[in-house]
């Protein structure tokens, strides 16, 4: 049972586009909610998070809205950049003791174009 | 500082055959994960360690066990390949309880390929 769900699968915009990628989650216990971006033939690695109690965050070009009430979380990149083209993962934590339980999302493969 | 290490990069196994993939981190973690990437599905845990000595099963743990070797190593043993596990391997890393056990630290992959 997925419980979190990502969209769209994949995405192709212009450089200097806004790409926006959308997660949904089901369980009210998550805590947490990171992004992580993955380059080809690399690991995964987080690029930023939020938590429920504030509806935006921004780290650079990158914005996450959150919408508690809707269980809705996106990412929106700003100036889009070649050097952006990566797969997105957005993720859900919560605590089990002192572990964090993550579920990922299937992930959004984005490619900028020059 | 090397963070998370996994050995080998690529394998090829035939079916019924065993091996196992290895992770190292230097970042004095206590927890870690194995988890497989396969297209379309995300990142899967497949076993982790809470601290050292003790594992605990993930969501696909079938086909799989596991050994936290010392606080450093991590690794994760196919008994019997099957074509089913190939995917791509990940290994992570993350503190233990407080604020440093939000963000997990991934290795780079290892490819594996059952035939």
């Known amino acids: 049972q997925q419980q979190v769900k990502q969209s769209p699968q994949s995405l192709i915009v212009q450089k200097g586009g806004i790409p926006i990628i959308n997660c949904a989650y089901e369980?009210?216990?998550?805590?947490?909610f990171p992004w992580y971006q993955q380059f080809p033939g690399k690991g995964p690695a987080l690029l930023i998070a939020i938590r429920p109690d504030v509806s935006e965050k921004k780290e650079g070009r990158f914005t996450i809205s959150f919408n508690k009430s809707a269980k809705q979380f996106s990412l929106h990149i700003m100036d889009s950049q070649p050097g952006d083209s990566a797969t997105y993962f957005c993720a859900a934590n919560y605590a089990s003791g002192g572990y964090q339980k993550v579920t990922f999302g299937t992930g959004t493969k984005l490619q900028v174009i020059p | 500082n090397a963070g998370v290490t996994q050995t080998p990069k690529f394998q090829v196994l035939k079916t019924g055959q065993s091996m196992t993939l290895q992770c190292a981190q230097d970042?004095?973690?206590?927890?870690m994960y194995w988890y497989r990437q396969d297209p379309g599905m995300g990142l899967r845990l497949i076993y982790y360690?809470?601290?050292?000595?003790?594992?605990d099963k993930g969501e696909v743990p079938n086909g799989y066990n596991v050994s936290r070797l010392n606080k450093r190593e991590f690794s994760l043993r196919l008994e019997s390949a099957a074509p089913s596990q190939t995917s791509v391997y990940f290994c992570a890393s993350s503190e233990w309880g407080g604020r440093g056990a939000y963000e997990q630290y991934f290795g780079p992959g290892t490819r594996l390929t059952v035939t």
């Open positions: 369980n009210t216990a998550f805590d947490y």
């Open positions: 360690s809470a601290s050292e000595g003790t594992t």
């Open positions: 970042m004095n973690h206590n927890s």
